[in-house]
């Protein structure tokens, strides 16, 4: 017998509670079968057809039919991301790429003109500057994004879609959302944001005007380093068209498996990501301060190019990533990072554990980016282990590389 109580309490209205109230509650409901408290992990793949299965869609995504088509675990965290980002809808994904791709291969048809940002995440390179351009005839520009005029000179007739990253995967860099979705949307053009460094904790894209938030919920949002997912909040309208296509048709789901994860570790979102923004803003000004760096780029500090953009748009904090370059040769990089001994060099970010990349100056996307970077750098990604140890962590792998 299914217990009214309960279920009238969690079929609240959530959209007047605060953020981490959110975090909690939405997407979570009591099992209807066996009154459990947390929705379980639906692992099938195919649902028990109607009486008359003939009518149906195949390709369709609002019945459960098969589990490519949609699957409740991924449906209950779609209502939690899209609550999480102040979006109407959301759209779940197996990877941050599949979201990116999916997003992309959904609007964009040949001829039309794409404007990107020179720091996205590696994928998006390919995808809109070899894959799309070449393959599909989408046409692409790649500009500055951190300042506005670069984006408004190359606006064309058929402009279809801007794309940013803010904060810049891997060098931190800041674009003005607001300013730009502004711009967009003057000029009859679309404007999505990969919102993963700062997460919806400390970033709102959909608020600040943009018309797509996207999420690598490998990140932030699971925050554990144990799952991948991506989402695109959005309008309704668009993303059904993702549904369908990139979805269905290009097969890009998650398992529930995965979105289980991902609900799971997102409850703990805001509290993981207060002490991301403690810690990285510490070490930040930490690493200002060290003899051996040369420049330190975190949005947080006010010696940072794009501080002021960067304290309109993010509260409460600026996220736990940021990236920094040594007085150093090439393998005395390689050197510094294997003498660390918490903090891991591995890719990824946003994971509970401290993540660092050395980029070395043979990477091919070097020239993209601002001069102070050709030479190399590290990409860091501050995790929420107690900051005096990560700290020392840092201290001591300088002074074995004989920097300090
Ligand atoms: C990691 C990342 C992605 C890709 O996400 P995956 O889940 O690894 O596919 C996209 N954008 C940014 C900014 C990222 O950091």
């Known amino acids: 017998m299914v217990n009214k ?25 009591v099992d209807k079968e066996t ?21 149906i869609n195949w390709s369709g ?19 939690k991301i899209a609550s999480m980002e102040g979006g109407k809808d959301c759209i779940i994904l197996g990877s941050g790429v599949a979201a990116l791709s999916g997003l992309f291969f959904s609007l964009l048809e040949s001829k039309d003109h794409v404007i990107f940002s020179n720091v996205t995440y590696i994928a998006v390179y390919r995808l809109l500057n070899e894959l799309f351009n070449k393959k599909f005839n989408v046409e692409t520009t790649i500009v500055d994004t951190t300042d506005i005029n670069n984006i408004k000179k190359e606006i064309r007739e058929n402009t279809k879609l801007i794309h940013i990253e803010t904060p810049g995967n891997p060098i931190i860099s800041i674009a003005d959302i607001k300013k730009i979705a502004k711009l967009a949307h003057n000029n009859n053009i ?4 990969d919102n993963t460094l700062a997460s919806p904790y400390n970033q709102r894209p959909i608020e600040l005007g943009a018309d797509f938030s996207v999420e690598s919920l490998t ?6 380093g144990d799952s991948m ?15 369908s296509q990139a979805q269905v048709n290009l097969g890009s ?49 006010k010696s940072n190019k794009g501080y002021k953009i960067a304290k309109k748009q993010m509260s409460p904090g600026y996220g736990g990533v940021l990236s920094f370059s040594l ?29 660092i990349v050395f980029i070395g100056e043979e990477d091919e996307r070097l020239h993209l980016y601002p001069k102070e970077f050709h030479e190399g750098f590290l990409r860091f990604s501050v995790g929420i282990e107690d900051c005096e140890d990560i700290i020392n962590d840092i201290n001591q792998a300088l002074k074995k590389t004989a920097l300090i």
């Open 253 to 301: 789901v998650i398992s529930p498996f995965n979105a289980w994860l991902i609900q799971r570790g997102s409850v703990t979102l805001p509290l993981r990501m207060e002490q991301h923004n403690k810690n990285a803003l510490h070490v930040a000004k930490f690493l200002e301060d060290l003899e051996p760096v040369k420049f330190v780029s975190y949005p947080g500090l």
């Open 219 to 224: 990140k932030y949002i699971n925050g554990h």
């Open 327 to 355: 007085h150093c040769n090439h393998d005395e990089y390689n050197e510094f990072v294997n003498h660390l001994n918490i903090i891991t060099s591995a890719v990824s970010l946003g994971h509970d554990e401290s993540l």
């Open 5 to 29: 109580e309960h279920e009238s309490k969690y079929n609240k209205d959530y959209t007047k509670f605060n953020f981490q109230t959110r975090a909690v509650h939405v997407g979570n409901n």
């Open 229 to 243: 997912g991506g989402s695109v909040s959005g309008r309704k309208k668009f993303l059904d068209i993702m549904r």
């Open 190 to 193: 679309l404007l999505s944001t």
């Open 61 to 79: 995504f609002d019945e459960n039919i098969y589990t490519r088509n949609g699957g409740s675990n991924q449906k209950f965290l779609e209502q």
């Open 35 to 55: 009154q459990v408290i947390k929705r379980p992990i639906t692992m099938g793949n195919s649902y028990r057809l109607p009486y008359d299965p003939s009518v």
